[in-house]
């Protein structure tokens, strides 16, 4: 077997990749500071083992996103060799997510119908200041009038870029009401990070880390939690470390 590319970033990961007769194998990602490997291979599947934690070495089965129309999708682009200043994940996704009013109304109603066929769907769309403007979608699972089991809480912050619309800060959240427990996705002043509780813990949502996540795919894990009816869960979560928290 033929060794294929390997890269590595810092910032980021080391990312490794083989081929054997032309045809691509296996594919390698490893982040040493977020604690996690990724790992595919052809027909093996894809998977996720973190490094560090009571669950090191404990690989679970990934896939790939539900997101079935270009227009919902986040790309990610660096061109090679460039390098980034600041946050290099905001540089990354928060300058690449930029919507024109057509788009950010198509991003909301399509976001809206996934909510609503959980619950009772609300949604409000409120200036702030600097011109930019608060968009928020809530629904409250089973709907119909029944009382609420579960919230899902989203929040975008979008600032204005050239007469279009930039990301500039989000806010995902799952609330388990019948049970209590929480799992959000914040991205805020430059930090990317996970808030977890499980059902009748007795402490304050903890930070934890992670990567930049797009609303929908957000939408797609808080949706399988609700309709598994399973507790939340924070074991698949790494904590932030003092240093990452600035």
């Not at 996690?36 to 291979?41: G, P, Q, S, T």
């Not at 300058?95 to 769907?121: P, S, Y």
């Amino acid at each position: 077997m033929q060794a294929l590319a390997r890269a590595q970033s810092a910032d980021v990961a080391t990312r490794l990749a083989a081929e054997q007769d032309g045809e691509l194998q296996l594919g390698v990602v490893s982040a040493p500071a977020m604690g996690e490997r990724w790992l595919a291979w052809r027909g093996g599947g894809a998977w996720a083992t973190p490094t560090v934690g009571p669950q090191a070495g404990q690989r679970r089965p990934i896939g790939t996103s539900g997101v079935d129309q270009l227009q919902d999708a986040v790309g990610l682009h660096r061109q090679g060799g460039e390098e980034l200043t600041h946050d290099p994940m905001r540089e990354a996704v928060g300058a690449t997510l930029v919507l024109d009013e057509h788009k950010v109304e198509q991003r909301k109603a399509t976001l809206r119908t996934k909510l609503e066929r959980l619950g009772d769907a609300t949604e409000g769309d409120r200036p702030r200041s600097r011109g930019r403007r608060l968009i928020e979608l809530r629904a409250d699972a089973p709907g119909l009038g029944l009382p609420a089991i579960a919230s899902f809480l989203y929040r975008e912050l979008l600032e204005p870029a050239a007469g279009q619309w930039r990301l500039a800060a989000y806010a995902y959240e799952l609330l388990d009401r019948e049970r209590g427990g929480r799992r959000a996705y914040h991205w805020h002043d430059d930090s990317y990070h996970a808030h977890c509780v499980e059902p009748g813990a007795a402490t304050a949502a903890r930070h934890y880390r992670a990567i930049p996540v797009d609303v929908f795919e957000a939408h797609e894990e808080f949706a399988r939690l609700y309709l598994s009816e399973s507790p939340v869960s924070c074991a698949d979560l790494r904590p932030l470390l003092d240093w990452m928290q600035g």
